[in-house]
């Protein structure tokens, strides 16, 4: 068969809009559990520790946020850019997830923690390897991306200042270059750790003294190549019309950003 190149990607369908894909929810699966009590299969822990051990400190489980990524492309830019010795081993998974194992645990971390990802212009969600993953059921939630803070006031550029602003978004990780020289001031850039399976967050008040006398503004989040949210429940993902939630309460109609489009959360 004929590789695909990155214009067949491009043009090739997106994948089904929704995270979970032909999953039992939890009631469902409450029910089953009642209803087929007697028909269980148990494996107890000391069967399964000996496959888990195989992939539990140099596996990791990855999924594109867009169109599917072949995950020999994936284990080859992780090559390249960890400048690895060997190539890493891929194992397609269903619903788009893929598993890659690398040779030492060390490697699997520096992936993990490097970023963001992407890979044929999709931004991948990575994170490590956990038991009893079913993909489809519980996604990977974790990516880690550029979160830009436009117009930050410059008196607020330090450091532990960004890092508390950016912690509304998700886990800070480093600064970027230009922000942490201060050599450009039109918006701080600081690279997080977002969980993805939760709504996005448009900003956050920020609120500081002058004199004595309280002020606050406005923070806007702008997230760097995520695909635009659902407009109903602020998750990537899933479009509007296959939304199973509710919207969350926000009350202030401000706009997700996410570098490409915008939309209500």
Same mark, same amino acid.
């Given at each position: 068969?004929?590789? #695909? ?7 090739? *369908? ?22 087929? *009590?007697?028909?269980?299969?148990? +494996?107890?822990?000391?069967?399964? /520790?000996?496959?888990? $051990?195989?992939? #539990?400190?140099? $596996? ?10 072949? %995950?020999?492309? +994936? ?27 690398? !040779?030492?645990?060390?490697?699997? /971390?520096?992936?993990?923690?490097? %970023? ?47 890092? =508390?602003? $950016? $912690? ?8 970027? %270059?230009?922000? /942490?020289?201060?050599? #450009? ?5 600081? =690279?997080?750790?977002?969980? &993805? ?11 500081? #003294? ?5 002020? !606050?503004?406005?923070? *806007? ?10 407009? =109903? &429940? ?19 109609? /401000? ?7 915008? &939309?209500?959360?």
């Amino acid at each position: 068969m004929k590789e #695909r190149s990155w214009a067949d990607v491009a043009r090739g *369908s997106v994948r089904q809009p929704a995270w979970s894909c032909q999953q039992l929810s939890s009631r469902e699966l409450e029910f089953m559990q009642e209803r087929f *009590s007697d028909e269980v299969v148990d +494996i107890t822990e000391e069967e399964l /520790e000996d496959a888990r $051990a195989e992939w #539990r400190s140099t $596996a990791v489980i990855v999924r594109s946020l867009g169109r599917i990524v072949p %995950g020999e492309w +994936i284990a080859r830019e992780i090559k390249r850019v960890g400048r690895l010795d060997y190539s890493v081993e891929v194992f397609p998974l269903m619903d788009g997830f893929t598993v890659l194992r690398f !040779a030492k645990e060390g490697d699997r /971390e520096a992936a993990v923690m490097n %970023g963001p990802w992407m890979v044929a212009g999709q931004l991948l969600a990575m994170d490590r390897w956990r038991p009893n993953f079913v993909p489809g059921a519980m996604g990977v939630g974790r990516v880690v991306v550029w979160l830009r803070l436009p117009r930050l006031p410059v008196d607020y550029w330090r450091k532990e200042t960004i890092y =508390k602003i $950016a $912690a509304r978004a998700g886990n800070p990780l480093a600064l970027d %270059g230009f922000t /942490e020289q201060g050599r #450009r001031f039109g918006f701080a850039r600081i =690279k997080i750790e977002l969980d &993805c399976s939760g709504p996005l967050k448009p900003g956050t008040l920020v609120r500081g #003294r002058t004199g004595g006398v309280e002020e !606050a503004f406005w923070q *806007s989040f702008v997230y760097e190549n995520l695909p635009a949210p659902c407009s =109903k &429940c602020g998750r990537i993902g899933h479009s509007a019309p296959n939304c199973g939630r509710f919207p969350p309460v926000v009350g202030t109609g /401000e706009t997700v950003e996410t570098g490409g489009g915008s &939309c209500l959360a």
